[in-house]
């Protein structure tokens, strides 16, 4: 499918970071903090070991999610590839592990028991979320559970915020379904736009193969 692309300049999907970037302090201010994903997020814990790490990819401002799971006491390395949101996360959780970079070539020097990309992963292209599930399972221990966020159906979605293109893609679920199966990783449960949930459509997976390098 191709990329929506404004008249001039950069296509949407290559917006986002910028567009988190320059409104980092107002999305803090209004971002949800009710923790209406807290069920999910409670599943996705109980399928990690006891003091298991995770790898939250998309972090945004670390709340509230990345405050849950710290909270629970676990280990937490947040990525975001908006500086101005790492910095928020730094300053709210000095103790913390943040790390700007770009999700869609991370290679980060170790591997973690639970992934998560909340309201993050669907804001790449379709091709990228394709590629994104090798990057899942470069970054994944044996056993590891992963929980993301995707569209409903195959198809670009644009949005707005503060004024501003927003840019969301999903492929379809039995893309999904198949990407996480070659990747080694079996779905535990699956809700397509959970009305308990704001309506997102949610994915909870465990890796249950060994990594296979030639994927």
Not at 43 to 52: C, H, I, S, V
Not at 157 to 170: D, K, R, T
């Amino acid at each position: 499918m191709p990329d929506i692309s404004a008249a001039h300049g950069q296509p949407d999907s290559q917006k986002i970071i910028g567009l988190y970037d320059r409104h980092a302090r107002a999305f803090d201010r209004e971002r949800n903090r009710s923790l209406f994903e807290r069920p999910w997020l409670d599943r996705f814990l109980r399928l990690l070991p006891a003091g298991g790490s995770i790898l939250d990819l998309g972090c945004g401002v670390g709340e509230p999610i990345g405050r849950y799971f710290i909270e629970s006491g676990r280990e937490v390395v947040g990525v975001d590839s908006s500086p101005a949101m790492i910095a928020v996360c730094k300053n709210r959780f000095p103790r913390g592990t943040f790390v700007e970079a770009d999700m869609r070539t991370l290679s980060y020097p170790r591997s973690f028991s639970g992934i998560i990309a909340s309201d993050s992963f669907f804001h790449l292209t379709p091709a990228d979320q394709r590629k994104m599930f090798g990057v899942f399972r470069q970054h994944a221990d044996k056993g590891a559970a992963l929980i993301f966020t995707s569209g409903p159906a195959y198809g670009v979605s644009m949005g707005e915020y503060h004024g501003e293109p927003l840019y969301h893609a999903s492929l379809d679920v039995a893309e999904y379904h198949a990407l996480l199966d070659q990747n080694g990783f079996q779905v535990v449960s699956f809700a397509l736009e959970d009305p308990d949930c704001g309506g997102h459509t949610i994915w909870l997976a465990k890796m249950t193969s060994p990594i296979r390098p030639d994927v």
